[in-house]
């Protein structure tokens, strides 16, 4: 929705929900209105091992896809070297959330003892 008691500056940071048609500021990646994300993509850097000398002007980008009518939900990893992508892979949803559980830290194991304990229910 566009305010017209409104100067044009602070009109043109308003945007239209393409979901609901509400009006939507620049600086939200979701629409306050109906939670539609209002971004095609997201994208996050990385930046490398500070210990690994050889990846010190490198960095991990990782570009999330929401997807639209051509293009299908993606997550993109790509390897960034000064200012160029050195290689790229683009992963389907639930390729990136088997990535995403490979990193999560594993649970504490609990002690043998504790777990015969509760086991025997002692």
Sequence with gaps: ???????????????????????????????????APQRRKLVEFFAPHPG??????????VSRYFGDDE????????????DSAEAAVSLS????????AFLTPPAP???LIDQLRDTLRL
């Excluded at 293009?71 to 000064?82: H, K, N």
């Excluded at 949803?93 to 995403?100: L, S, T, Y």
Aim: net charge positive; hydrophobic share 35%; proline share 6%.
């Design 1 to 35: 929705m566009v305010d017209p008691g409104a100067s044009r500056a602070e009109n043109v940071r308003v945007k239209t929900c393409r979901a609901c048609g509400n009006g939507v500021e620049d600086r939200f990646r979701y629409c306050p209105w109906c939670a």
């Design 52 to 61: 690994v000398e050889a990846d010190a002007q490198k960095a991990l980008r």
């Design 71 to 82: 293009t299908a939900p993606q997550v993109r990893f790509s390897i960034w070297s000064v």
């Design 93 to 100: 949803p639930e390729e990136a959330e088997r990535v995403a």
């Design 109 to 111: 194991r609990r002690q």
